[in-house]
């Protein structure tokens, strides 16, 4: 049984104390990061994040827009976007037209555990492909990300 629509945006934010602004992906109109916080408190932001150096943005959003079945950071350390650090990773899969975010797990290394590590009760989350593109494309063309391109 396939899995049902999920909405996707991305929203500013401000991570709490750190007074830094950054963009969270909001899935059916909650914060990930809430999600996940409930899950297991881990200090992530998404790699889209202001602080993070600028040339991240674009690049994570194309690897974003360009995955097909492979594990992709979906948030990561506040100063990096190497697992290594620590990031929440996710498999990003393309079935038909849509876009599908599962198996998410905590992961250290050049490897995750969705078993050990995995987040119970996030995911999956599939997306219209169409919709999908268009929050990606739109933070790609915001002037944030242009002065960086």
Same mark, same amino acid.
């Given at each position: 049984? %396939?899995?049902?629509?999920?909405?996707?945006?991305?929203?500013?934010?401000? %991570?709490?104390?750190?007074?830094?602004?950054?963009?969270? /992906?909001?899935?059916?109109?909650? %914060?990930?990061?809430?999600?996940?916080?409930?899950?297991?408190?881990?200090?992530?932001?998404?790699?889209?994040?202001?602080?993070?150096?600028?040339?991240?943005?674009?690049?994570?959003?194309?690897?974003?827009?360009?995955?097909?079945?492979?594990?992709?950071?979906?948030?990561?350390?506040?100063?990096?976007?190497? %697992?290594?650090?620590?990031?929440?990773?996710?498999?990003?899969?393309?079935?038909?037209? #849509?876009?599908? =975010?599962?198996? /998410?797990? =905590?992961?250290?290394?050049?490897?995750? #555990?969705?078993?050990?590590?995995?987040?119970?009760?996030?995911?999956?989350?599939? /997306?219209?492909?169409?919709?999908?593109?268009?929050?990606?494309?739109?933070?790609?063309?915001?002037?944030?990300?242009?002065?960086?391109?």
């Amino acid at each position: 049984m %396939p899995v049902p629509y999920t909405s996707l945006a991305l929203v500013p934010a401000d %991570p709490s104390g750190g007074g830094h602004p950054h963009h969270d /992906f909001l899935v059916d109109g909650r %914060p990930l990061l809430d999600r996940l916080d409930e899950t297991d408190g881990f200090d992530t932001v998404s790699p889209l994040a202001a602080d993070v150096p600028p040339t991240v943005r674009p690049e994570h959003a194309h690897r974003l827009l360009l995955a097909d079945g492979t594990r992709q950071v979906i948030h990561s350390c506040p100063d990096c976007e190497d %697992p290594g650090c620590g990031a929440v990773t996710a498999v990003v899969a393309r079935e038909g037209g #849509d876009v599908v =975010w599962r198996d /998410f797990a =905590w992961q250290t290394g050049t490897a995750a #555990d969705p078993v050990r590590e995995g987040y119970p009760g996030v995911g999956p989350y599939r /997306f219209p492909g169409a919709t999908y593109r268009s929050v990606l494309l739109r933070l790609l063309e915001s002037s944030a990300c242009r002065s960086v391109a």
